[in-house]
């Protein structure tokens, strides 16, 4: 199953575009678990992954949908089994380093400043290949009453 996913859905992870950032096979191995696939019959079209940061924060992460079923309510399918998913973990803020703004504002998501997400800063932009030229925009959702 896992050279399945890999096959159908490595057309579209746009690693090579710069649209979600590149991961290494062990990495999508060691989060495959936590890695959400919609499927059009056979064919993987949307695939997102939640990443735990921290026991109440949580990321949204490599959220890619088939450009063919854009503006069809998959990207939204996924965020929404997420956030789902955090609810019952405990997460109370989930966050996503994004170019698709609009999108997430769309999803209930803020903007606000990387400076305030230390623990995605350090566990994960630190080793980034863009950290000095990071050109995402932070956004968080909380999921409890703040």
Request: proline residues 3%.
């Amino acid at each position: 199953m896992l050279s399945l996913f890999f096959k159908e859905a490595s057309p579209f992870l746009y690693a090579n575009e710069e649209i979600v950032l590149p991961r290494s096979v062990l990495s999508i191995y060691q989060h495959l678990q936590c890695m959400y696939v919609v499927k059009d019959k056979e064919q993987v079209v949307g695939v997102a992954g939640l990443h735990m940061l921290g026991k109440d924060l949580a990321e949204v992460r490599s959220l890619v949908v088939d450009p063919k079923y854009h503006h069809k309510g998959i990207g939204r399918m996924l965020v929404n089994h997420i956030i789902m998913e955090s609810s019952k973990l405990g997460v109370e803020r989930l966050i996503s380093l994004t170019y698709q703004v609009d999108f997430f504002i769309k999803c209930g998501f803020n903007i606000v400043e990387k400076e305030t997400l230390p623990e995605k800063v350090w566990i994960d932009c630190m080793n980034c290949p863009k950290f000095n030229r990071c050109d995402e925009v932070a956004m968080i959702k909380y999921l409890t009453e703040k």
